[in-house]
């Protein structure tokens, strides 16, 4: 029932925004509800299922024409490649955001997640007043990232002292209550970038219903909205799934070129000389695992390719630095 409040809210959106539409809404707000969650495989079987059920109906895509153009400035700015999947994925996640307070970003290390939620944020804060899509004004955006898994139950919601019988404001709290008393209009997104588990967030059901408050062991009730940032929903409960949205971002939608050219826009001038040479050389050699490595040690948790690029990246300035630096003594004491 909630997936289907979802399309029904997402169908009322666009009617407000286009009267004359009849089932195209339908197909346009199954689409918006869907889509974000699917793996890439799973949405060829989807538009053909959405397909049968509409045959004769040619949907039309909204146009999120500055919103667009805003993240792929936002991009630019943070110094990242404005790949189109990428951009594509920001969109949904923004319609993901209007019409559900409780919303997880899924997917493995290196799919881009928190990039998304800080090139969306940065972009819709830019056109702050400006009319949006989905109807009304966009909102400047303040985020606030927290890993529940660092703290305990008593640090995370808070906690009473059965001795002195006070109560003790959690970090949670104690940021809800602020972002809840401030004076500025801005939308605050609270993400929880780690694990989903029952441990800590069967908490936050009552927030993620309908109701949208948080409850408290004082008995104090806090208005918010969440954000969850996690690789994957392997002991999340269905109650918890069941009551957030979906956006599943795969590494496949940035691949390793973007990866490549950022790198390059950053590497220290004493190797801007070579930066087409490596260019090259890091599309042959870094899609495979690195054989130094798995010679010297035992690896002992699963690594993604995208994960043995990062490293390769972050280690080959500091060589290449020591090296010259090396080069360089030499040259100044040849005898040595």
């Known amino acids: 029932m909630r997936a289907v409040k979802t399309v029904i809210s997402t169908a009322g959106n666009l009617k407000r925004e286009n009267p004359t539409m009849n089932e195209l809404i339908c197909l346009q707000a199954i689409r918006d509800a869907n889509v974000p969650k699917f793996l890439q495989d799973d949405l060829t079987l989807f538009n053909g299922i959405v397909s049968d059920l509409f045959p004769k109906?040619?949907?039309?895509?909204?146009?999120?024409?500055?919103?667009?153009?805003?993240?792929?400035?936002?991009?630019?700015?943070k110094d990242l490649k404005d790949v189109d999947d990428f951009v594509t994925k920001c969109i949904q996640l923004?319609?993901?955001?209007?019409?559900?307070?409780?919303?997880?970003?899924?997917?493995?290390?290196?799919?881009?997640?928190?990039?998304?939620?800080?090139?969306?944020?940065?972009?819709?804060t830019s056109l702050k007043g400006q009319p949006a899509a989905s109807g009304g004004n966009y909102e400047a955006v303040s985020y606030f990232v927290l890993n529940p898994k660092s703290i305990t139950m008593g640090q995370l919601y808070g906690e009473f002292n059965l001795l002195t019988h006070e109560w003790t404001d959690g970090i949670l709290s104690?940021?809800?209550?602020q972002g809840a008393a401030a004076t500025d209009t801005s939308k605050k997104w609270y993400m929880f970038d780690g694990p989903v588990d029952a441990l800590w967030?069967?908490?936050m059901n009552t927030v993620l219903d309908d109701n949208k408050k948080l409850c408290l062991s004082s008995g104090e009730i806090i208005n918010m909205?969440?954000?969850?940032?996690?690789?994957?929903?392997?002991?999340?409960?269905?109650?918890t799934v069941s009551r957030c949205g979906m956006v599943y971002l795969e590494p496949s939608i940035l691949g390793l070129e973007p990866l490549i050219e950022c790198w390059l826009q950053k590497i220290p001038g004493i190797m801007q000389p070579f930066s087409q040479q490596l260019n090259q050389k890091a599309g042959q050699e870094v899609k495979t695992e690195p054989r130094g490595l798995s010679c010297f040690s035992t690896v002992k948790m699963v690594v993604l390719g995208m994960q043995w690029e990062m490293a390769a990246f972050s280690v080959i300035p500091s060589l290449v630095i020591i090296a010259c630096r090396e080069a360089?003594?030499?040259?100044?004491?040849?005898?040595r």
């Open 201 to 203: 967030i069967e908490n």
């Open 57 to 77: 109906i040619r949907e039309k895509s909204i146009d999120y024409g500055i919103l667009e153009e805003a993240i792929r400035k936002s991009c630019i700015k």
């Open 328 to 335: 360089r003594r030499k040259q100044k004491n040849p005898r």
């Open 174 to 177: 104690s940021l809800i209550r």
């Open 225 to 239: 909205t969440l954000m969850f940032e996690v690789q994957d929903l392997a002991v999340a409960s269905p109650a």
């Open 94 to 124: 923004y319609e993901t955001t209007v019409v559900r307070h409780g919303l997880m970003l899924v997917g493995p290390t290196g799919s881009g997640k928190t990039k998304s939620y800080e090139v969306l944020a940065a972009a819709v």
